[in-house]
Nanobody, 124 residues
Framework: QVQLVESGGGLVQAGGSLRLSCAAS????????TGWFRQAPGKEREFVAAISGSGSTTYYADSVKGRFTISRDNAKNTVYLQMNSLKPDDTAVYYC?????????????????WGQGTQVTVSS
C-alpha cells in the first residue's frame, strides 16, 4: 500500500511559479511510476506529467511542455512538479498518483494510488 500526500498549492498571479510536492509512504517508492493530474471545476481530470520510477523518463501534456518540470528524489520518497509561467487555465486541483510499475503513463485509469489533491489558483 502506498499513501500519497500533496502539498505546495496556493494562489499565484499569472506568470508566477509554484512547486508542488508529493510525499509517498513505503520503502519501494522507486518501483512506482508517478504522475500528476489535474481537474478544473466542471471539467474532466486531465494528465499533466509523469515520471518513471528511476526518474530517467518523463512525459508531459502538450499544454504544459516547456513550462512544467516533473522530478523525483527517491531518497526522500518525494516527487515534485515545478510549475513556471503559470496561466489562469492552469487553475485546478492537482493530484499525485502512483502506479505499481516503473513505467510512466498518461492514462489516469492505470494508476493505483491517489493523493487527496492540492488547489492551485492562478489569477489574471
Amino acid at each position: 500500500q502506498v499513501q500519497l500526500v500533496e502539498s505546495g498549492g496556493g494562489l499565484v498571479q499569472a506568470g508566477g511559479s509554484l512547486r508542488l510536492s508529493c510525499a509517498a509512504s513505503g520503502r519501494t517508492f522507486s518501483s512506482y511510476a508517478t504522475g500528476w493530474f489535474r481537474q478544473a471545476p466542471g471539467k474532466e481530470r486531465e494528465f499533466v506529467a509523469a515520471i518513471s520510477g528511476s526518474g530517467s523518463t518523463t512525459y508531459y501534456a502538450d499544454s504544459v511542455k516547456g513550462r512544467f518540470t516533473i522530478s523525483r528524489d527517491n531518497a526522500k520518497n518525494t516527487v515534485y512538479l515545478q510549475m513556471n509561467s503559470l496561466k489562469p487555465d492552469d487553475t485546478a486541483v492537482y493530484y499525485c498518483a502512483g502506479r505499481s510499475t516503473r513505467s510512466p503513463s498518461g492514462h489516469g485509469g492505470s494508476y493505483d494510488y491517489w493523493g487527496q489533491g492540492t488547489q492551485v489558483t492562478v489569477s489574471s
